[in-house]
């Protein structure tokens, strides 16, 4: 047995901008989880997800010199992956091209690999509970895609996320009056959506 | 509670406070069981919730793929005439210099250099390496613990790029806990 350091997010990020590569991948370990969880209620579709993800953390890599605070490395991608989010969002929407049909977590997992709440080797899950979750992300996420990109993006990471109004404000660039604004707006159109659902 | 500018003008059969909240309600429902069916899966490692092993084995790549292994630094010339070595490289020999240590964990160096450098993408001969690192909660003596680490890095620079004189300055800066694997 050996004693191995607990080394907690600032530590990895200090290394990682070392040069330290195992360091930076810890880092996509650990955080790869919240930023799938963002970038799916942004885009609503696990593939562009998973690309989002991919982009913003390959970016944060290039970029981790600028990092002034590594002790903020969590929010800092967090930022970095809702804007990526947020502009593949923006494109689609400038292409109108309705991406050919937004693939559901369902049909998206390849073979082998897991859908929403029905993980690969998970046979023993209780298929209508897995139904029951599946239907929860997907009415929330659903609803999402009615709402315009702002409003959504800064929605995920506040109600979502749990981000603070502050760094809220800080990951889109606005001021902290247009984050409340834009969420009391989302939220509106959220409620607004779920009554005509209903 | 969820403000909405046309609360007041939705029909019903109740009154228009009373909708909003029960519309509040559901939604706040709707949020804290998306919360809840999510932070479920993933504390249980369900893969859907998570990147896909192809996606994450193309960040590894990717990241490989894209050191940065910044300027050239002059080294100490052998017999065989001049080298450089990638700071990327000269980073990671600290690194595990530093590591070796018991109770201590690198966090990021700095170096100083002499002026034999040539321009921007090369550097001098180190003069002086700056190691931040991080000490174990359980190391009693601090002063002991920057005194095996500057001797590890000293020992590290003579054996492995015969660099014997520059100055190795500690600076313990966080501390750790330890766990036993």
């Given at each position: 047995m050996t004693d191995q350091p607990v080394v907690d997010e600032r530590s990895l990020a200090l290394r990682a901008q070392d040069g330290d590569i195992e360091a930076f991948e810890s880092l996509v370990d650990r955080s790869q989880g919240r930023l799938f969880r963002i970038a799916y209620m942004v885009v609503h579709d696990r593939a562009d997800a998973e690309d989002v993800v991919q982009e913003s953390l390959v970016l944060a890599w290039r970029r981790l010199h600028l990092l002034d605070d590594p002790a903020a490395f969590g929010g800092w991608v967090a930022r970095i992956c809702s804007r990526t989010a947020t502009d593949l969002v923006r494109r689609q929407a400038r292409r109108a091209t309705d991406a050919a049909e937004h693939q559901d977590l369902d049909l998206a997992a390849e073979p082998g690999e897991a859908t929403l709440g029905g993980s690969a080797g998970s046979g023993s899950r209780d298929p209508a509970r897995t139904a029951e979750v599946n239907a929860q992300m997907e009415a929330l996420a659903g609803i999402l895609t009615t709402v315009d990109p702002e409003l959504r993006a800064c929605w995920v990471l506040r109600e979502i996320d749990g981000m603070a109004y502050r760094d809220t404000a800080r990951a889109l660039d606005v001021s902290e009056q247009t984050v409340r604004g834009r969420i009391s707006r989302a939220r509106t159109q959220i409620v607004d959506r779920m009554e005509e659902w209903r | 509670m969820v403000h909405s500018e046309q609360s007041d003008r939705r029909p019903g059969t109740g009154s228009p406070e009373t909708e909003d909240d029960v519309a509040t309600q559901r939604y706040l429902d709707l949020i804290r069981s998306a919360h809840r069916e999510w932070g479920e899966l993933e504390r249980s490692g369900d893969a859907s919730v998570q990147l896909s092993e192809q996606a994450r084995s193309t960040i590894r790549e990717s990241v490989r793929a894209d050191v940065r292994h910044g300027a050239q630094v002059q080294m100490p010339p052998t017999a065989s005439g001049p080298y450089t070595m990638s700071e990327y490289a000269l980073r990671g020999l600290v690194r595990r210099a530093v590591d070796q240590v018991d109770g201590a964990l690198a966090l990021k160096a700095r170096f100083e250099h002499d002026d034999s450098g040539r321009g921007l993408r090369e550097r001098g001969l180190p003069t002086r390496v700056i190691c931040r690192i991080s000490a174990s909660i359980e190391c009693r003596d601090l002063q002991d613990l920057a005194d095996r680490v500057r001797t590890s890095v000293r020992e590290a620079f003579a054996e492995q790029?015969?660099?014997?004189?520059p100055v190795v300055d500690i600076h313990i800066e966080d501390l750790h806990e330890q766990h036993v694997r």
């Open positions: - | 790029v015969e660099l014997r004189d």
